[in-house]
Nanobody, 111 residues
Framework: QVQLVEFGGGLVQPGGSLRLSCAASGFIFSINAMGWYRQAPGKQRELVAGLSSGGSTNYADSVKGRFTISRDNARKMVYLQMNSLKPEDTAVYYC?????WGQGTQVTVSS
């Protein structure tokens, strides 16, 4: 079955960086688009970044120029490099493929 395991979250000061990782299994990773979503308290889950099997990317306007999504098909991993973090980036971040979700990893941006 599809399994997605996120890790790499934590507490970081404003302006700092984090790299989230997602380990995938149970499906043909290389042919699937992958996405990172986030959900802040009291808000709906939103798409942060998407990456197609062909390498095309799309980002939420709020993270453009600061976040970068990438993938390693050989390792079945997808990453989210987050730079210049802001308090409003605080949320639980989820990896997703084809309607499946990981358990999420908490990112807190605070001084």
């Amino acid at each position: 079955q599809v399994q997605l395991v996120e890790f790499g979250g934590g507490l970081v000061q404003p302006g700092g960086s984090l790299r989230l990782s997602c380990a995938a299994s149970g499906f043909i990773f290389s042919i699937n688009a992958m996405g990172w979503y986030r959900q802040a308290p009291g808000k709906q889950r939103e798409l942060v970044a998407g990456l197609s099997s062909g390498g095309s990317t799309n980002y939420a306007d709020s993270v453009k120029g600061r976040f970068t999504i990438s993938r390693d098909n050989a390792r079945k991993m997808v990453y989210l490099q987050m730079n210049s973090l802001k308090p409003e980036d605080t949320a639980v971040y989820y990896c997703s493929v084809d309607g499946h979700w990981g358990q999420g990893t908490q990112v807190t941006v605070s001084s």
